[in-house]
């Protein structure tokens, strides 16, 4: 039975390890708790100067999106009317060609009379200088 006396003293040993784990354990909380305290303050201090930093420069990202979607829209609007120009113009370009190209057959046609009548003078002057 001289067992038995030696597991009570190991029952007892680790009963106060125990107890003095613990009391160490809640000493470093408390001390910690302290310490997170003070810091909870400037935690919160840098936190609010990054969001406020975070929005401003979120507010010039907008801003420089709706100076270029400004921009954006308004070269779109040019484009378009340009585009309706040009093609109003390559309307009036097709007429014109047509207008060209009549005008040039009818030139070759008073070309070929002109050549005619010259030809007729000729054949008329020969006619009176026979006679």
Known sequence: MGGGGGSKKILVGFVVLMFLG???????????????????????????????????ESAE??????VEEERSTKCMNELKQIKGSLEK????????????????????ALVERMEALKQELEAEKLKCSLQ
Do not use: P
Not at 61 to 66: C, E, F, H, I, P
């Open 22 to 56: 613990s009391v160490v354990y809640f000493r470093l909380w408390t001390i910690d708790y302290k310490v997170s305290s003070d810091e909870t303050e400037l935690i919160r201090r840098q936190f609010d100067l990054a969001n406020r930093e975070a929005m401003d």
């Open 61 to 66: 990202w907008r801003l420089k999106y709706d």
């Open 89 to 108: 113009e390559n309307g009036n370009a097709a007429s014109i060609n047509q207008k060209l190209v009549m005008l040039q057959k009818e030139n070759m």
